[in-house]
Nanobody, 120 residues
Framework: QVQLVESGGGLVQPGGSLRLSCATS????????MGWYRQAPGKQRELVAV???????NYADFVKGRFTISRDNAENTVYLQMSSLKPEDTAVYYC??????????????WGQGTQVTVSS
């Protein structure tokens, strides 16, 4: 099966930075949009950032100017550079991708998540 595995989470001080990575594996024909979502305890999962196959990006208002999403199409990997982290950024961050295993299909896949904790 196609798998997405996040890494890079951890405990950081407010104002600190982290870089999350999401590596994909499996039988992949191509990857369309890729994104990052997050879910804090007791709250709904919310979009953080998304990037198209062509590099167009969109960010949630609460991370604009602080986070940057990027992707390496050759390695089928998406990144989230997070700076100026705030305690309210604490959440499990999930990688998401629309992946084709053949030219004519396309399904949404999710990683298992990586914990980001911002605390002093």
């Amino acid at each position: 099966q196609v798998q997405l595995v996040e890494s890079g989470g951890g405990l950081v001080q407010p104002g600190g930075s982290l870089r999350l990575s999401c590596a994909t594996s499996g039988s992949i024909f191509s990857i369309d949009a890729m994104g990052w979502y997050r879910q804090a305890p007791g709250k709904q999962r919310e979009l953080v950032a998304v990037i198209s196959s062509g590099g167009n990006t969109n960010y949630a208002d609460f991370v604009k100017g602080r986070f940057t999403i990027s992707r390496d199409n050759a390695e089928n990997t998406v990144y989230l550079q997070m700076s100026s982290l705030k305690p309210e950024d604490t959440a499990v961050y999930y990688c998401n991708a629309v992946i084709r295993t053949r030219w004519y299909d396309g399904s949404t896949y999710w990683g298992q998540g990586t914990q980001v904790t911002v605390s002093s």
